[in-house]
């Protein structure tokens, strides 16, 4: 119980709450959990070891899960999962088939799930940081880059939202944000295409598992890692950002199942 009160201590400003404000958050004239959060926490590795196996086994039971590709998952260094977002389900299922090859990940969450106080114990225990959407403050990214070139695991959607209509068979653009992080970390990037969590939880609804167990089902597909190399030595600007995520969501896109777009609405 002491690991948790001190994690979730976390939330809080401490008493000098301009000092607070003044070290490493998101900026805005709108204050909120992403203003006073603690970004000089350690990473919490006990509570996702304990998670994988019960997600997995939650995968088993109630949905159709395919997982394809997890020999491009880096064994013997930390890594970036860059997947597609189709829904706030989607951290459920792109992390858990991973948790044996490594001990702990990151997470970035919408600033408004950080309002609940339930919210707030769980993203302490599995290290997930808010962001105030439609922000244009790099210092989300900053952090984010830190977090891994200190050696630790990161879930990002480049994207920057979920996509609010998945029928249309194709990714989002990906943001300069996204492009920028992958330019300053050293770690691979790992291209994963998810399909099937959107019907899990679809936007504006409760997460589900279909009219009956194991009705629906997800495809969790691991890609081989990005090689930026070459638009590493370009400057670090927006027009080398733009290319860089170009080319992270091209892969994604790579992965994608030929076809046309599989409906599974009718099963919910």
């Known amino acids: 119980m002491n690991c948790i009160f001190n994690s979730y201590m976390r939330f809080f400003p401490n008493e000098n709450v301009s000092e607070t404000r003044n070290s490493m958050f998101i900026g805005s004239e709108i204050t909120g959990p992403a203003d006073f959060f603690n970004y ?5 590795r006990f509570w996702f ?11 088993k039971l109630f949905f159709r899960t395919k997982v394809v590709g997890l020999e491009n998952i880096p064994r013997a260094r930390n890594f970036i999962i860059m997947a597609n977002h189709v829904s706030h389900a989607d951290s459920f299922f792109a992390i858990p088939p991973v948790w044996k090859l490594t001990d702990n990940f990151h997470f970035i969450g919408d ?7 339930g919210f707030r114990i769980l ?17 989300i990214v900053d952090y984010a880059i830190a977090r891994v070139n200190n050696g630790d695991n990161l ?7 979920r996509h609010k209509n998945p029928k249309e068979n194709r990714c989002n653009p990906g943001k300069l944000g996204s492009g920028k992080m992958a330019h300053n ?6 291209p994963v295409f998810l399909s ?3 019907f899990v939880m679809p936007v504006g609804k409760r997460v589900g598992w279909g009219k009956k167990f194991r009705s629906l089902d997800v495809l969790i597909k691991y890609g081989k890692p990005v090689y930026l190399d ?15 995520v170009n080319r992270i969501m091209e892969a994604i896109e790579e992965l994608r199942p030929k076809g046309q777009y599989i409906d599974q609405s009718h099963k919910i």
């Open 40 to 44: 000089s926490y350690t990473t919490n």
């Open 49 to 59: 070891k304990i998670a994988g196996p019960v997600l997995i086994l939650i995968h």
């Open 111 to 117: 600033e408004k799930l950080f309002k609940n106080p």
């Open 123 to 139: 993203a302490a225990m599995f290290n997930v940081f808010p962001v105030r959407k439609g922000m244009k403050s790099m210092k």
């Open 155 to 161: 879930l990002w959607y480049p994207e920057g939202q």
């Open 185 to 190: 970390v050293n770690a691979p990037i790992i």
């Open 196 to 198: 099937g969590p959107e």
């Open 230 to 244: 070459d638009l590493k030595e370009l400057p670090n600007c927006k027009e080398t950002s733009q290319k860089i």
